[in-house]
């Protein structure tokens, strides 16, 4: 059975840096697309960084050279690498995987998300 | 970039239909496959229709989902409504490398 976990979110200040993680379990994070997810208070969905089973990433324009995508593929952990955050960062974070390698289909599984709340 | 427009809200008696619509502002809504996605309220989203209308296991059959060329739209129709089908649901695309989901339609079941 595939089940996402994430964590690492919490209280940060403007400017301050935070890594999230998801722990994948029932398949292997590198022979899929992992991807994150977000969703600020009361709003709708918003795709943050994907990254490939060969290891390339690609990143919404609204966090790009802010937000790195990562794996540790010995500990089937996926990351991500929150830098320079603010208020417009907000949200759950969701860790997302496809439907199959290759399938076109880029969130098929979902964790139970972790919130980000960046305040002073 | 591309959009994808969604109706804000949508409601109906149980029992009847509801369709969701979801317009690509620009680009062929053919040209790549589209996904709905159902959001209950403090839930994650589960997805519920994969590449325009597959159904994945376990989604009841009274969930389909459509493309028409002509209003470069999907639409998502839930027949037989039923209460535990109120919720957000969210159209989603993509182009490149590049994901857009639409801004999300609220259903309420009367």
């Known amino acids: 059975e595939v089940q996402l976990v994430e964590s690492g979110g919490g209280l940060v200040q403007p400017g301050g840096s935070l890594r999230l993680s998801c722990a994948a379990s029932?398949?292997?994070?590198?022979?899929?697309?992992m991807s994150w997810v977000r969703q600020a208070p009361g709003k709708g969905l918003e795709w943050v960084a994907v990254i490939y089973s060969g290891g390339t990433t690609y990143y919404a324009d609204s966090v790009k050279g802010r937000f790195t995508i990562s794996r540790d593929n010995s500990k089937n952990m996926l990351y991500l690498q929150m830098n320079s955050l603010s208020a417009e960062d907000t949200a759950i974070y969701y860790c997302?995987?496809?439907?199959?390698?290759?399938?076109?289909?880029?969130?098929?599984?979902w964790g139970q998300g972790t919130l980000v709340t960046v305040s002073s | 970039n591309f959009m994808l427009t969604q109706p804000h809200s949508v409601s109906e008696s149980p029992g009847k239909t509801v369709t969701i619509s979801c317009t690509r502002s620009s680009g062929s809504i053919v040209s790549n496959f589209v996904q709905w996605f159902q959001q209950r309220p403090g839930s994650s989203p589960t997805i519920v229709i994969y590449e325009d209308n597959q159904r994945p296991s376990g989604v009841p059959d009274r969930f389909s989902g459509s493309i028409d060329s002509s209003s470069n739209s999907a639409s998502l129709t839930i027949s037989g409504l039923k209460t535990e089908d109120e919720a957000d649901y969210y159209c989603?695309?993509?182009?490149?490398?590049?994901?857009?989901f639409g801004g999300g339609t609220k259903v309420t079941v009367l």
């Open positions: 029932g398949f292997t994070v590198s022979s899929n697309y």
């Open positions: 989603q695309s993509y182009d490149n490398d590049n994901q857009v």
């Open positions: 997302a995987r496809d439907l199959y390698l290759y399938s076109g289909v880029w969130f098929a599984y």
